[in-house]
């Protein structure tokens, strides 16, 4: 449908066109009228429409005057001319300044019909070529910008962008940001087109770009887009207002993030970069503003050129590791959910890389699997997948799929675990011991993770076994320690492998056992 404005000074004309045939059945809508030419160029602006109808002889501007002005400013709309047999030759004027046709008075319906099927069929030719010219250029100009976001070393690649009128180029600043928006309501990127677009005095130009890792093809895809001189420099308040937009639109918090400022087209890479870097917080939440600053720089660095060997564990991550393994041990759900989420904690805040942040996960996976002491056949059925639990965790697209693949992966081994196991919570707790006396043991430790009262485990224990829980793993790491003297180990090694890091400690008990010091029975053997 193709909108029509009516330009005359006679109040019967308008109605009269207005009725005179079915405008929606030629494929036109009347969008508005005009008394005058002066009224009729502020509508022209307002409403643009694709078809003037319009009286040459009017009041205050002429119709002539109208379409002098119309084309001096670039306007193109097609004209279709009232005139009557008195004016014709002045109407040959306004044909000279580009008209479609002209209409004599008395209108005739035949003929109006007439003048309005070639109008349309000019009009949809019009539309086509256009869209197909706006379409290309719109490439040309997607094409170009990905260029310089990349980085391309052609020389020449900038002079070109300050050629394109649409970019309206240079700027004083510029500023790469990257937008991804996950919804249910299928109409994301035409939002995001929506509200970018709202913004023509900060936002300079937007388009889908490359898909960024890490995506799957499921993904929706992310929106670059540039911001220009003042919002380049304060970014902030316009990345809020945008992200409001697009929450009242389609009910969803977009991710945005944005590079560092530039005050060279040629340096927009550098923005780009750092965008991409930032867009790396994706992957542990998905929605939020996230805006590179000059005091970053540091820290991203650093993470970014850090080392692929593991970090050093401290003696907390230590710790935690141990609880871990004794809650999966012991089947304490809560407690190896709660451990976790601690973990989590740590591991994100030391780094944003997803790569290095699912390296962690699974490092803290096989590690507890090390550390769990399982016999051969458990190892066999845990370790004995290894590719394809790489691959899950590597496919895995953000933190929350992450942590919800392993976390059900170690509920799955503590319940096969306590299945394979004998029943009842204090032979648990010994064959805990039995297991992993070189460990750092504490009853009040186990007592939290079996939901007991330290003390009353503590009597409970005692009536089982006959001997305090110190006592009894005393004695377990002192008649393992025998075994390795027996085989020949160095004191000292006997002690740090039994979970003693005192030798001299390990000699006291020792001696008070077997009534003769580690070195001497070991000598006594020979």
Same mark, same amino acid.
Not at 119 to 127: I, V, Y
Not at 147 to 160: H, I, V
């Given at each position: ?5 009516? #330009? =005359?000074? %006679?109040? &019967? !004309? /308008? +109605?009269?066109? @207005?009725?005179?045939?079915?405008? $929606?059945?030629?494929?036109? *809508? ?76 008395? #209108? =005739?319906? %035949?003929? &109006? !019909? /007439? +003048?309005?099927? @070639?109008?349309?069929?000019?009009? $949809?030719?019009?539309?086509? *070529? ?81 898909? &960024? ?314």
């Amino acid at each position: 449908m193709f909108k029509t404005l009516v #330009i =005359d000074d %006679e109040p &019967l !004309i /308008r +109605e009269g066109l @207005k009725t005179i045939i079915d405008w $929606t059945e030629q494929g036109f *809508e009347i969008c508005g009228e005009a008394a005058n030419g002066r009224e009729g160029l502020a509508k022209v602006h307002a409403l643009q429409p694709d078809l003037l109808i319009l009286d040459l002889e009017m009041p205050v501007i002429g119709g002539l005057e109208l379409l002098a002005e119309l084309r001096k400013v670039g306007n193109k709309v097609q004209v279709l001319i009232l005139t009557g047999y008195s004016e014709f030759a002045y109407a040959q004027k306004a044909i000279n300044l580009g008209v479609l046709g002209y209409i004599l008075k008395p #209108i =005739d319906e %035949e003929e &109006l !019909i /007439r +003048e309005l099927k @070639k109008a349309h069929l000019l009009l $949809t030719q019009e539309r086509k *070529e256009r869209t197909t010219d706006d379409s290309t250029l719109a490439l040309a100009i997607d094409k170009l910008i990905e260029e310089l976001c990349w980085g391309n070393s052609d020389p020449g690649l900038s002079a070109r962008a300050l050629r394109i009128s649409q970019l309206q180029l240079p700027w004083e600043m510029y500023r790469v940001c990257l937008l991804a928006l996950e919804g249910r309501s299928g109409r994301e990127k035409k939002a995001c087109r929506e509200v970018l677009s709202a913004y023509p005095e900060a936002v300079g130009h937007f388009a889908v770009t490359r898909a &960024l890792p890490p995506i799957k093809a499921s993904r929706p895809e992310e929106m670059l887009f540039l911001l220009k001189d003042q919002a380049a420099a304060d970014p902030h308040r316009i990345l809020h207002r945008i992200s409001e937009d697009l929450h009242r639109l389609t009910g969803a918090d977009p991710f945005i993030a944005g590079g560092m400022e530039v005050t060279e087209l040629g340096q927009v890479w550098r923005s780009h970069r750092q965008a991409r870097k930032v867009f790396q917080q994706r992957f542990i939440t998905s929605a939020g503003i996230f805006v590179y600053s000059e005091h970053d720089e540091g820290s991203i660095s650093a993470k970014s050129n850090s080392s692929s060997k593991a970090e050093p564990v401290t003696r907390g991550e230590e710790e935690l590791l141990e609880r871990l393994c004794m809650a999966v041990d012991l089947n304490n759900k809560t407690m190896i959910n709660d451990l976790l989420l601690t973990v989590q904690a740590k591991i994100t805040a030391r780094n944003t890389v997803p790569e290095k942040i699912k390296g962690a996960y699974l490092r803290l996976f096989l590690v507890t699997l090390e550390n769990l002491e399982l016999n051969e056949e458990e190892k066999k059925q845990w370790t004995g997948a290894d590719r394809a639990i790489l691959d899950e965790v590597y496919n895995c697209e953000n933190l929350q799929r992450l942590h919800e693949y392993l976390r059900n992966k170690l509920l799955m081994l503590s319940d096969c675990l306590v299945q394979s196991r004998p029943d009842g919570v204090i032979r648990r707790i010994i064959d805990y011991v039995q297991r992993n006396y070189h460990h750092r043991i504490k009853l009040e430790n186990l007592a939290q993770l079996v939901n007991y009262n330290p003390a009353y485990l503590g009597k409970f224990f005692k009536n089982h076994t006959g001997l305090s829980f110190q006592a009894y793993l005393e004695q377990v790491r002192l008649t393992q320690g025998e075994k390795l003297l027996q085989a020949g180990l160095k004191v000292g090694d006997v002690a740090r492998k039994v979970g003693y890091k005192d030798p001299d400690y390990f000699n006291l008990l020792f001696k008070k056992r077997y009534g003769v010091s580690p070195s001497i029975y070991k000598k006594s053997l020979k």
